[in-house]
């Protein structure tokens, strides 16, 4: 019973992400070299509107904060650093968790960063979201 209820759970939660893709006439053409940020508007670069206040929990028991935002270009969680510079976390073998405001994420080696959207005791659901690279064109 408890099998079926994970398996129509995790089936209910891909038709609800699945509401959430966008349409084919979201595509963005970037020629090769040009800067992403004039061609992606931030709102479709990232998960949130803006940077949200975060917390860098470690495996050692220490906590980092800093603003923070989920990036769909990288797949990953990014800072904003003392010095005003947005960067990826380059130590995620040493990271327990990562909050963005409210929300959850692990990281998976092969998968980067996933967003732990609910807890079926102590079995979490994960959704990853990234944009895709098409192809070349010339």
Known sequence: MKTWFL???????VSVVRGQIKSA???YRV???SDLTKVIPFEERF???RF???QVLFRNGKMSKA???YSLVHGEVLFVDAKKDTL???DNDLIHKILVGENLYFYTKGHGHVHAIADFGGIRL???QFLVRMGNEK
């Open 25 to 27: 006439n979201d595509i």
């Open 47 to 49: 998960q949130f509107t």
């Open 67 to 69: 603003k923070m935002n």
């Open 52 to 54: 949200l206040d975060g």
């Open 126 to 128: 994960g959704k990853k």
């Open 7 to 13: 398996i129509f759970s995790a089936l209910a939660s």
């Open 31 to 33: 020629k090769n070299g």
């Open 88 to 90: 990826l976390f380059n």
